[in-house]
């Protein structure tokens, strides 16, 4: 929280601006998938998806069994303290407060025109006033705020400037509703006398329950991206007299080292276990040194069974 405060720490009326950077958003290659990805792979590709597909059965079920196909369990959204009139989350759309925490300081006419399809705005004129006003394809959109419309009690409430000045950060939920199916008992409540199935309905919850959301002077809620521990590759541990029955090791990448730093003479030490299968495995080495010189080996190195003593 950046906070503006005069010499006796009170807040005034100034306003805080961040120039705030976001993040990169990972996207989907532009480019169609024609073809499965088992086509012309190469012997590597195929050798750790059936290794990986084995590990997987191994490690839940160690015996006899398979492995049952995905099951997905989905609930409905709910948000808390909605005053919607076909109860918390049967809406068309519901955007919860995970969705709103994602979306940041997103305003509503993003949200809108993010979630929401067929939402536009119109230019219309009616004796020589023109006016702005916002449809669901041909549904006029009418603003329900906590259960209330909050045009009728603000006869200087400007929809446009609403939507455009708050952002997600201010409320706690949004859903919209658009289809017959929600839309009836809020026709019967706010406009009894019009046909049915002629508007549409956006219903805001916010934090404080106040139809007007009140932002604070001289505050700025920042939310940076949140720091990214590096974690340690996992290497597995036995011991020489182990005689446990382990599940079998059927890893495809043994080791990864980010962090190899050689003594004085230029030389370290690296270990790792094997997997479960004799092999040859790829080892590749890069670094460099404290001049920015560059420093590339690969080699193969091959691991046997080793032989029983028997007599």
């Not at 807040?11 to 601006?17: A, E, H, K, M, Q």
Request: with cysteine.
């Amino acid at each position: 929280i950046i906070k503006a405060v005069n010499g006796s720490g009170n807040s005034f009326n100034v306003t805080v601006n961040v120039d705030e950077i976001p993040p990169p958003a990972f996207t989907k290659p532009a480019y169609p998938v024609l073809e499965p990805w088992y086509v012309n792979s190469d012997t590597t590709l195929l050798s750790f998806t059936k290794s990986n597909a084995m590990a997987k059965q191994l490690e839940y079920f160690p015996g006899n069994g398979h492995i049952l196909k995905e099951v997905k369990i989905t609930a409905k959204k709910i948000v808390q303290g909605s005053q919607n009139l076909n109860g918390p989350g049967n809406a068309d759309v519901v955007l919860d407060e995970k969705d709103l925490e994602k979306a940041g300081k997103k305003t509503f006419r993003q949200l809108f025109e993010q979630n929401i399809k067929g939402f536009r705005e119109v230019l219309e004129i009616h004796h020589d006033t023109i006016r702005i006003w916002y449809y669901i394809y041909r549904k006029p959109i009418f603003l329900i705020v906590n259960g209330e419309r909050i045009d009728q009690l603000y006869n200087l409430f400007n929809f446009k400037q609403y939507i455009e000045f708050n952002s997600a950060e201010d409320i706690k939920g949004m859903e919209i509703i658009s289809s017959p199916k929600y839309a009836s008992n809020y026709d019967n409540k706010f406009f009894p006398m019009a046909p049915a199935d002629n508007f549409a309905f956006v219903e805001i919850t916010t934090r404080s329950g106040n139809p007007m959301i009140e932002n604070t002077p001289g505050m700025y809620l920042y939310k940076p991206l949140a720091i990214s521990w590096p974690k340690q590759f996992y290497k597995p541990k036995y011991t020489v007299k182990d005689t446990v029955k382990h599940i079998e090791d059927l890893r495809s990448t043994l080791d990864w080292e980010p962090n190899i730093i050689t003594d004085d003479n230029g030389k370290a030490t690296v270990y790792f276990y094997a997997a479960g299968k004799p092999s040859t495995y790829t080892i590749i080495m890069e670094g460099c040194d404290f001049n920015g010189n560059l420093g590339y080996e690969f080699q193969k190195i091959n691991i046997r069974k080793p032989k029983s003593n028997t007599k």
